[in-house]
């Protein structure tokens, strides 16, 4: 699986990250993370909030950090 | 599960009341536990502090909490996305009024300014209409609407509102009136944005609800010690300094006062929550409302983190241009309300 966080370093996307990291360790699930601070880049993906959230490159969340209970369903519906 | 969600609801439905009974009767209650239970004297300095803590903290508080719940719901139906499509493409001026009113109700974090700014270009909102939403976002403050209402009345909260939406719209159409397109960094136009599908993403009426409590927690947990802070600095100020210690300052027979103000202002940098209380002090030691209002605005209006922000996709002409409309707006505004009042 390949998730990337958006981001361009500011406090919630680094939130985002960890919120990312503890979900998929309580799931067991090893994936690809990668943040993106580069902002053509985050531009690419179309969004206009950060922090934002790819999985196997559909953005699924952006602009606020879902709960973790949220985020596993989130990862569960995405991962295949 | 259901079964959950629904004991849950009841629960929710007597909140409302309680607020109501708590905020309703907190005078009484202060009085009764400032001079009946701790026993003190009305009049004294010290009582007069205490009341005036005790009484406006769980006020401003309890405000908070119940506007920010609604205002988060609120948001829920209002995202960058649709504000943008609202906007593509709208003349000068009805897109100004258009985007300076979005700007209040659409979520926005300064944080976020670059893709956003990013996002409108590409869309083909005209500069000026942009520039609208993004000095009315951070300037018109649901925390500080809800503090001046607690500490001023609703007409204090009204001016600022009226005030601030007159600046955002006629600063926008004046920047959009001088076709400075040409001081944006060039690579904003070479950027492509790409498209998804996340606002298509039906929300239910119970995730909404839940937004807004998510909305408390997030900005009352992260303002609540500002408005403790400035309640004191007020509480302390209420019994002790001379009411008319901030005539010779910032009174409104001292002309200088708006622009020095302003020019304060700016590199000062604070949340509404941990403004508003000292306004309040502020205006409480004489200074007039104009001037007060417009400190309060330069502020959080113009703040210089969020210029650093810009810089990256704005030349510095375009800068300083967009902080000399806006800073003459606010003089205005405030030489204005010194002048009425």
Same mark, same amino acid.
């Given at each position: 699986?390949?998730?990337?966080?958006?981001?361009?370093?500011?406090?919630?996307?680094?939130?985002?990250?960890?919120?990312?990291?503890?979900?998929?360790?309580?799931?067991?699930?090893?994936?690809?993370?990668?943040?993106?601070?580069?902002?053509?880049?985050?531009?690419?993906?179309?969004?206009?909030?950060?922090?934002?959230?790819?999985?196997?490159?559909?953005?699924?969340?952006?602009?606020?950090?879902?709960?973790?209970?949220?985020?596993?369903?989130?990862?569960?519906?995405?991962?295949? | 599960?259901?079964?959950?969600?629904?004991?849950?609801?009841?629960?929710?439905?007597?909140?409302?009341?309680?607020?109501?009974?708590?905020?309703?009767?907190?005078?009484?209650?202060?009085?009764?536990?400032?001079?009946?239970?701790?026993?003190?004297?009305?009049?004294?300095?010290?009582?007069?502090?205490?009341? +005036?803590?005790?009484?406006?903290?769980?006020? !401003? *508080?309890? =405000? $908070?909490? &119940?506007?920010?719940?609604?205002?988060?719901? %609120?948001?829920?139906?209002?995202?960058?996305?649709?504000?943008?499509?609202?906007?593509?493409?709208?003349?000068?001026?009805?897109?100004?009024?258009?985007?300076?009113?979005?700007?209040?109700?659409?979520?926005?974090?300064?944080?976020?300014?670059?893709?956003?700014?990013?996002?409108?270009?590409?869309?083909?909102?005209?500069?000026?209409?942009?520039?609208?939403?993004?000095?009315?976002?951070?300037?018109?403050?649901?925390?500080?609407?809800?503090?001046?209402?607690?500490?001023?009345?609703?007409?204090?909260?009204?001016?600022?509102?009226?005030?601030?939406? +007159?600046?955002?719209?006629?600063?926008?159409? !004046? *920047?959009? =009136? $001088?076709? &400075?397109?040409?001081?944006?960094?060039?690579? %904003?136009?070479?950027?492509?944005?790409?498209?998804?599908?996340?606002?298509?993403?039906?929300?239910?009426?119970?995730?909404?609800?839940?937004?807004?409590?998510?909305?408390?927690?997030?900005?009352?947990?992260?303002?609540?010690?500002?408005?403790?802070?400035?309640?004191?600095?007020?509480?302390?100020?209420?019994?002790?300094?001379?009411?008319?210690?901030?005539?010779?300052?910032?009174?409104?027979?001292?002309?200088?006062?708006?622009?020095?103000?302003?020019?304060?202002?700016?590199?000062?940098?604070?949340?509404?929550?941990?403004?508003?209380?000292?306004?309040?002090?502020?205006?409480?030691?004489?200074?007039?409302?104009?001037?007060?209002?417009?400190?309060?605005?330069?502020?959080?209006?113009?703040?210089?983190?969020?210029?650093?922000?810009?810089?990256?996709?704005?030349?510095?002409?375009?800068?300083?241009?967009?902080?000399?409309?806006?800073?003459?707006?606010?003089?205005?505004?405030?030489?204005?309300?010194?002048?009425?009042?």
């Amino acid at each position: 699986m390949e998730i990337k966080i958006l981001g361009t370093g500011c406090a919630n996307c680094k939130t985002l990250e960890k919120v990312v990291m503890n979900a998929l360790a309580e799931m067991n699930i090893t994936a690809n993370v990668e943040k993106v601070e580069d902002i053509q880049k985050i531009m690419g993906y179309g969004i206009m909030r950060t922090p934002g959230l790819v999985i196997n490159g559909k953005v699924v969340v952006s602009g606020r950090i879902p709960k973790i209970e949220e985020l596993k369903e989130i990862i569960t519906k995405y991962n295949n | 599960m259901n079964y959950k969600i629904i004991k849950l609801s009841h629960f929710q439905i007597l909140l409302l009341p309680f607020w109501y009974l708590v905020y309703h009767y907190l005078e009484p209650m202060t009085n009764w536990l400032v001079f009946d239970a701790i026993g003190m004297t009305k009049g004294e300095h010290l009582a007069e502090a205490l009341w +005036f803590f005790i009484f406006e903290f769980p006020k !401003v *508080i309890m =405000l $908070l909490m &119940l506007i920010i719940f609604f205002v988060g719901i %609120v948001r829920t139906f209002f995202t960058p996305e649709r504000t943008r499509r609202a906007l593509a493409e709208k003349k000068t001026f009805t897109g100004n009024i258009m985007a300076a009113m979005l700007g209040i109700v659409t979520p926005f974090c300064s944080c976020s300014a670059i893709p956003l700014f990013l996002g409108f270009v590409e869309a083909g909102v005209p500069l000026g209409v942009t520039f609208s939403f993004l000095i009315a976002a951070p300037m018109i403050n649901e925390v500080a609407i809800i503090l001046l209402y607690g500490m001023f009345g609703w007409k204090v909260a009204a001016i600022y509102v009226g005030t601030g939406l +007159f600046i955002a719209i006629v600063a926008g159409w !004046v *920047i959009g =009136l $001088l076709k &400075l397109e040409k001081w944006i960094e060039s690579w %904003v136009y070479e950027i492509k944005v790409g498209s998804n599908n996340l606002d298509e993403e039906q929300i239910t009426i119970n995730k909404r609800i839940l937004m807004g409590y998510d909305a408390i927690k997030d900005i009352v947990g992260k303002v609540w010690l500002y408005v403790a802070l400035g309640i004191l600095v007020g509480a302390a100020a209420h019994g002790y300094v001379p009411e008319d210690f901030m005539v010779s300052l910032m009174g409104k027979n001292v002309w200088y006062s708006v622009p020095l103000s302003i020019l304060i202002g700016i590199p000062l940098y604070s949340n509404a929550a941990g403004i508003v209380p000292i306004v309040s002090v502020l205006i409480e030691k004489g200074a007039s409302l104009g001037t007060s209002l417009a400190f309060m605005m330069s502020v959080i209006g113009l703040s210089l983190p969020e210029l650093v922000i810009l810089r990256k996709v704005l030349k510095m002409p375009l800068i300083l241009a967009f902080v000399a409309i806006v800073g003459i707006g606010i003089m205005i505004v405030g030489y204005l309300f010194n002048f009425i009042f």
